[in-house]
């Protein structure tokens, strides 16, 4: 079964083909990806009616450069998936529109993916992929979750972020920093040539004795910081920078390391755009060692939003069972979609090789 995977939820176009065997993992034939971030730059953040209208330009030529690596033809394909959700409506609808149109032109049927699930089960595409159940971390710009995950499905919302997110803190604070965007990688890279220690920074919701996750504050106290620094700012940049990733990477590692106490789980998944964070995969990876923990990942390239992780999600729904592709081809798109509504406890999901 050729499963087509089409991703426009923000300002990345991806598109990937994946071949499901049976009751093995799929695996990935193509993928091919374009970033909007050069276009967005200039503004700052992006801006949607951009994002849509690249998007527009953009996923026809992919699909054919996908098809072509592959050596495939349109006909060949069983489905035709998309990102139904979370993300900018305007360009959701690019992705939804073009794959329920070539369904319906090819009389494949269609289905939607959630985001989010595509995220979560990144760390499949893989050559090491974990094991069901497992508890997963799931931070990108704009969603912190900690998730118990029982199959393909099968997903428990143990705690999240209550305002800001993770993701959303790195930006803000790099923008508060004069950082150019995007600003997330900016200033972790930024930050390795820092003092973490230089700063004392809070740490929202640490010891708050539950899962829930808090940013805002710690934004704002980087702000207050870079005030207090005036023109000192400049010379002093690296350590702010270093300073705000700690607090960050502290309250996630001990955040997840709590959940799998809780869960008595010794598997953790970490996916999203934050994931690739070196400073974060260093300390889950010592605190890992000491505990007996295995800390999977997506490869870096399938952190941020790409059509690999799309197509691999609808294909596991399909093999599990959870869910059947449609050929009714009106579509809607969830801009708010909270990953929990597709919560199916006790769902076992694909074997994990």
Same mark, same amino acid.
């Given at each position: 079964?050729? +499963?087509?995977?089409?991703?426009?939820?923000?300002?990345?176009?991806?598109?990937?083909?994946?071949?499901?065997?049976? #009751?093995?993992? $799929?695996?990935?034939?193509?993928? *091919?990806?374009?970033?909007?971030?050069?276009? =967005?730059?200039?503004? /700052?953040?992006?801006?949607?009616?951009?994002?849509?209208?690249?998007?527009?330009?953009?996923?026809?030529?992919?699909?054919?450069?996908?098809?072509?690596?592959?050596?495939?033809?349109?006909?060949?394909?069983?489905? +035709?998936?998309?990102?139904?959700?979370?993300?900018?409506?305007?360009?959701?609808?690019?992705?939804?529109?073009?794959?329920?149109?070539?369904?319906?032109?090819?009389?494949?049927?269609?289905?939607?993916?959630?985001?989010?699930?595509?995220?979560?089960?990144?760390?499949?595409?893989?050559?090491?992929?974990?094991?069901?159940?497992?508890?997963?971390?799931?931070?990108?710009?704009? =969603?912190?979750?900690?998730?118990?995950?029982?199959?393909?499905?099968?997903?428990?919302?143990? /705690?999240?972020?209550?305002?800001?997110?993770?993701?959303?803190?790195?930006?803000?604070?790099?923008?508060?920093?004069?950082?150019?965007?995007?600003?997330?990688?900016?200033?972790?890279?930024?930050?390795?040539?820092?003092?973490?220690?230089?700063?004392?920074?809070?740490?929202?919701?640490?010891?708050?004795?539950?899962?829930?996750?808090?940013?805002?504050?710690?934004? #704002?106290?980087?702000?207050?910081?870079?005030?207090?620094?005036?023109?000192?700012?400049?010379?002093?940049?690296?350590?702010?920078?270093? *300073?705000?990733?700690?607090?960050?990477?502290?309250?996630?590692?001990?955040?997840?390391?709590?959940?799998?106490?809780?869960?008595?789980?010794?598997?953790?998944? +970490?996916?999203?755009?934050?994931? *690739?964070?070196?400073?974060?995969?260093?300390?889950?990876?010592?605190?890992?060692?000491?505990?007996?923990?295995?800390? =999977?990942?997506?490869?870096?390239?399938?952190?941020?939003?790409?059509?690999?992780?799309? *197509?691999?999600?609808?294909?596991?729904?399909?093999?599990?069972?959870?869910?059947?592709?449609?050929?009714?081809?009106?579509?809607?798109?969830?801009?708010?979609? $909270?990953?929990?509504?597709?919560?199916?406890?006790?769902?076992?999901?694909? $074997?994990?090789?």
């Amino acid at each position: 079964m050729l +499963v087509l995977g089409i991703e426009s939820s923000c300002d990345e176009t991806g598109v990937a083909l994946v071949e499901a065997r049976g #009751t093995a993992l $799929p695996v990935l034939r193509a993928q *091919a990806l374009h970033t909007q971030i050069e276009m =967005h730059q200039a503004y /700052g953040g992006v801006v949607p009616e951009l994002a849509s209208r690249d998007h527009i330009r953009r996923v026809l030529p992919l699909t054919q450069a996908v098809l072509d690596e592959a050596g495939a033809h349109l006909q060949q394909l069983d489905v +035709v998936a998309y990102t139904r959700g979370p993300g900018l409506a305007g360009a959701l609808l690019v992705g939804a529109g073009i794959a329920c149109a070539l369904g319906a032109a090819l009389g494949r049927p269609v289905l939607g993916v959630h985001h989010l699930e595509g995220h979560l089960l990144s760390p499949f595409l893989g050559a090491d992929p974990p094991r069901f159940p497992f508890v997963a971390l799931l931070v990108s710009g704009g =969603h912190t979750q900690l998730m118990r995950v029982e199959g393909v499905g099968g997903y428990e919302l143990l /705690g999240e972020t209550i305002d800001d997110a993770a993701g959303e803190a790195f930006d803000k604070s790099a923008k508060l920093m004069g950082l150019p965007y995007p600003g997330g990688p900016a200033l972790s890279r930024l930050a390795e040539q820092g003092d973490p220690q230089a700063f004392k920074l809070p740490r929202p919701l640490l010891h708050s004795g539950d899962l829930d996750f808090s940013f805002a504050g710690l934004k #704002t106290a980087v702000l207050t910081q870079a005030r207090k620094l005036g023109p000192e700012l400049q010379a002093r940049k690296a350590d702010l920078a270093a *300073a705000t990733q700690a607090a960050i990477v502290e309250v996630l590692v001990k955040k997840s390391l709590a959940a799998l106490d809780r869960c008595a789980l010794d598997t953790l998944v +970490v996916a999203g755009g934050v994931g *690739a964070n070196k400073a974060l995969r260093a300390q889950l990876a010592a605190a890992g060692a000491g505990r007996n923990l295995r800390v =999977h990942y997506p490869q870096p390239h399938w952190c941020t939003d790409n059509g690999a992780m799309i *197509a691999m999600a609808a294909a596991m729904r399909l093999a599990s069972g959870v869910e059947a592709a449609s050929r009714k081809y009106a579509f809607d798109v969830k801009p708010r979609w $909270p990953l929990s509504d597709l919560a199916s406890p006790g769902v076992q999901g694909s $074997p994990a090789g």
